[in-house]
């Protein structure tokens, strides 16, 4: 266990099917989260018109979107996102979006440092186990 209550995951190689999956407004929000002793790794899946609402948090982010398109703010700035670009969130900045299109928005987040707070957000979602939608 880490100094912030983490326990680090013990795989070294894992697919997403493989882990549990949270979700969150009538699913049209999931996500997966793997933990190391100083990183969350989060897989988020936001369905087409749903909101990544604007939020902030003492930790910085970093994020990768995979598929889809995003309306995204970060602090002042707001910009149309695809496949392949990112973002970074200092601690405390406000960040979220509204997803465009049809097609489902699928992101990567890592969080440092590795906490509770993130867990705690992940228990109060409706868990999924490995292998079920």
Same mark, same amino acid.
Do not use: C, K
């Given at each position: 266990? $880490?100094?912030?209550? +983490?326990?680090?995951? $013990?795989?070294?190689?894992?697919?997403?099917?493989?882990?549990?999956?949270?979700?969150?407004?009538?699913?049209?929000?999931? #996500?997966?989260? !793997?933990?190391?002793?100083?990183?969350?790794? !989060?897989?988020? +899946?936001?369905? =087409?018109?749903?909101?990544?609402?604007?939020?902030?948090? =003492?930790?910085?982010?970093?994020?990768?979107?995979?598929?889809?398109?995003?309306?995204?703010?970060?602090?002042?700035?707001?910009?149309?996102? #695809? =496949?392949?670009?990112?973002?970074?969130?200092?601690?405390?900045?406000?960040? #979220?979006? +509204? +997803?465009?299109?049809?097609? =489902?928005?699928?992101?990567?987040?890592?969080?440092?440092?590795?906490?509770?707070?993130?867990?705690?957000?992940?228990?109060?979602?409706?868990?999924?186990?490995?292998?079920?939608?």
């Amino acid at each position: 266990m $880490n100094e912030h209550g +983490v326990e680090p995951s $013990n795989r070294r190689i894992f697919s997403w099917g493989e882990l549990e999956s949270f979700h969150w407004d009538d699913d049209r929000m999931s #996500g997966q989260i !793997i933990s190391g002793a100083q990183m969350h790794l !989060i897989r988020a +899946v936001y369905e =087409p018109g749903a909101v990544y609402e604007m939020h902030s948090h =003492p930790h910085e982010q970093f994020s990768l979107l995979l598929s889809g398109r995003l309306e995204l703010t970060v602090g002042d700035e707001t910009r149309e996102i #695809g =496949p392949g670009d990112g973002w970074y969130a200092p601690g405390d900045v406000p960040h #979220g979006g +509204v +997803v465009l299109g049809d097609e =489902p928005a699928v992101f990567i987040d890592v969080y440092s440092p590795a906490t509770r707070w993130i867990l705690e957000v992940m228990a109060e979602a409706r868990q999924v186990p490995a292998g079920e939608s």
